[in-house]
């Protein structure tokens, strides 16, 4: 069993479009991570979340503890948003990471 | 401010040597985790250091091992190495646990 599932697998938008990506985890966390990774790169970290919402420009990712579950939107979609986005949480007991899937972002031009 | 540095970017091995990864945290960080990204199981949890005492492990065997410097530095150990540990492996350094994590660029093992 997952203790982070992600949806959708695999995205693909035509550039503008706004797009969600969502996270779901089992375990008490003391924060959520979205990660991107582009291909044949490392890892940056997008934002860190233990409430609410949070905004970068044209990335927004809001959580819900209660439900245990966070989106990461784009919005205006651009080709240089096509990556791997990664949710991760910060297990609250055990001071380790679960990771998502991973969803793979494809904006076309 | 210098993010996390990873040392090498990449690395080829033989099956059955072993191999040694370091990972430079952001200064004044003291908490530095490892994990192993493959395209079969994704990012998986190896283990974290935390004022040079290793405070949780994944669920990998013995082989993998690692420690952490009296200035935080760490490095990550592989012995016999097996073609299926061919992997990006991946550090992140924090200031504490519970703060925000940055990642390093990863080492891309190749064993063959």
């Known amino acids: 069993k997952n203790e982070v599932e992600q949806s959708p697998q695999n995205l693909t938008a035509q550039e503008g479009e706004f797009i969600t990506i969502n996270c779901s985890y089992s375990v008490g966390i003391s924060a959520l991570h979205w990660l991107q990774q582009h291909p044949g790169g490392g890892i940056v970290s997008l934002f860190m979340?233990?409430?609410g919402k949070k905004k970068h420009g044209r990335l927004i990712a809001t959580i819900n503890i209660q439900e245990k579950h966070s989106s990461l939107h784009i919005t205006a979609s651009h080709p240089r948003d096509s990556a791997v986005y990664i949710c991760?949480?910060?297990?609250?007991?055990?001071?380790?990471?679960?990771f998502g899937t991973g969803t793979s972002l494809t904006v076309i031009p | 401010k210098a993010g996390v540095t990873q040392t090498p970017r990449y690395l080829i091995k033989t099956r059955g040597q072993q191999v040694t990864l370091s990972c430079s945290p952001i200064?004044?960080?003291?908490?530095v985790s490892w994990y192993q990204q493959t395209p079969g199981q994704g990012l998986q949890f190896l283990f974290e250091y935390f004022s040079e005492t290793q405070r949780n492990k994944g669920n990998f065997p013995g082989r993998f091992s690692g420690r952490q410097f009296s200035n935080s530095r760490s490095e990550m150990n592989v012995s016999t190495l097996e073609l299926g540990d061919s992997a990006l492996y991946l550090c992140a350094s924090s200031q504490e646990t519970v703060t925000e994590a940055f990642f390093g660029q990863g080492t891309r093992l190749t064993v063959v």
């Open positions: 991760a949480v910060r297990s609250y007991t055990g001071n380790q990471f679960y």
């Open positions: 979340l233990s409430s």
């Open positions: 200064s004044g960080h003291r908490s």
